[in-house]
């Protein structure tokens, strides 16, 4: 896909606020939403992980995979729980775990769930090998039959479990949870300060341009990695860590929901306004200011979608 300007609307609303009335600033730095959900206590159906070995010291819980914890307050994740090490960032700083969750948990040494990892069974618990000790830097919810190597396990009726994004100033591509991916797109596409609708819209065209990819990329990067979307405005932009409350609220609240032409997912297309972007072609695309202003005039998101995407089916 050409780029769609996306980077101009970030840097628009961020440097000229004055300018354009959006009722707050657009990307403030801000705790990511998985932590709104975490108390500090290793409950059922979490994976925990303790300061000091022999799962003792401060804990720090988790509900679903996370790509990069982060390094410095307030973004980054932390250990919540009593006991030494509270308050701390977990990257890097991790003796031990126990993994009360119903699917295997893998730790991984770099952050994008990549370098030497160390399984962790349901019910597991003990010390990090010396290779992780204290060198962790993001973990992931397995799932069997998970997809690996250029391979996707998504079809048209079924969500991918993860995606493929080739992280440019790295230079390297990173297999991410689908879910995660989408949390970490939408605040850098859409504004959160933005009518719930709104941010609903483009929950929806944010999960289905990452959908289409990965079902039909047959991108490679120079030393031939094969990869599904950009992490910049090529494709969307991905921002591991900048997932918010009022974003990640909008995509859980979509989740179940899919774009569909003539059956076959749809490939969402979205630009700041409609003369924004050279390639825009009607019933291909959707205005996220256009999306904003319909929001506040009233108009739900699923009326927002079918008034810019034609010939699609909302379905769940």
């Known amino acids: 896909?050409?780029?769609?300007?996306?980077?101009?609307?970030?840097?628009?609303?961020?440097?000229?606020?004055?300018?354009?009335?959006?009722?707050?600033?657009?990307?403030?730095a801000t705790t990511p939403a998985l932590a709104a959900g975490r108390d500090g206590i290793c409950q059922a159906g979490e994976f925990c992980y303790y300061?000091?070995?022999?799962?003792?010291?401060?804990v720090s819980d988790f509900t679903a995979s996370v790509g990069d914890y982060a390094t410095a307050q307030p973004t980054c994740y932390d250990f919540k729980g009593p006991g030494e090490g509270k308050g701390k960032c977990i990257k890097n700083a991790a003796?031990?775990?126990?993994?009360?969750?119903g699917k295997t948990v893998r730790v991984y040494f770099n952050s994008g769930h990549t370098g030497a990892h160390q399984d962790f069974a349901a019910g597991a618990k003990g010390n990090l090998k010396p290779t992780l000790k204290n060198?962790?830097?993001?973990?992931?919810?397995?799932?069997?039959?998970?997809p690996t190597g250029c391979k996707t396990d998504g079809t048209?009726?079924?969500?991918?479990?993860?995606?493929?994004?080739?992280?440019?100033?790295?230079?390297?591509?990173?297999?991410?949870?689908?879910?995660?991916?989408v949390k970490n797109v939408l605040p850098n596409e859409w504004v959160s300060s933005w009518p719930a609708e709104s941010l609903k819209a483009g929950a929806v065209a944010v999960k289905n341009f990452g959908w289409y990819w990965a079902l039909h990329s047959n991108r490679k990067t120079a030393s031939g990695q094969c990869f599904d979307v950009y992490d910049h405005t090529s494709s969307q932009v991905y921002?591991?860590?900048?997932?918010?409350?009022?974003?990640?609220?909008?995509?859980?609240?979509?989740?179940?929901?899919?774009?569909?032409?003539?059956?076959?997912?749809?490939?969402?297309?979205?630009?700041?306004?409609?003369?924004?972007?050279?390639?825009?072609?009607d019933g291909d695309w959707m205005s996220q200011y256009g999306s904003r202003d319909k929001a506040r005039?009233?108009?739900?998101?699923?009326?927002?979608?079918?008034?810019?995407?034609?010939?699609?089916?909302l379905s769940r």
Not at 255 to 265: D, E, F, S, V
């Open 95 to 101: 003796a031990s775990v126990w993994n009360r969750s």
């Open 156 to 181: 048209d009726t079924k969500l991918p479990t993860t995606i493929l994004v080739y992280r440019k100033s790295l230079n390297r591509v990173e297999r991410v949870e689908f879910k995660t991916y």
């Open 1 to 28: 896909m050409l780029p769609r300007k996306t980077a101009w609307l970030v840097s628009r609303l961020t440097a000229a606020t004055a300018a354009i009335a959006i009722g707050g600033t657009a990307l403030a």
């Open 239 to 281: 921002k591991p860590g900048s997932a918010k409350a009022v974003t990640s609220a909008a995509v859980d609240a979509t989740w179940g929901t899919r774009l569909t032409r003539n059956g076959k997912i749809f490939r969402a297309q979205y630009c700041a306004t409609t003369t924004a972007c050279g390639n825009w072609r």
């Open 297 to 313: 005039a009233g108009w739900s998101y699923s009326r927002i979608l079918q008034n810019y995407y034609t010939g699609i089916a």
């Open 51 to 58: 300061f000091n070995s022999g799962n003792r010291g401060s």
């Open 135 to 146: 060198q962790n830097a993001s973990h992931q919810f397995l799932t069997s039959g998970s």
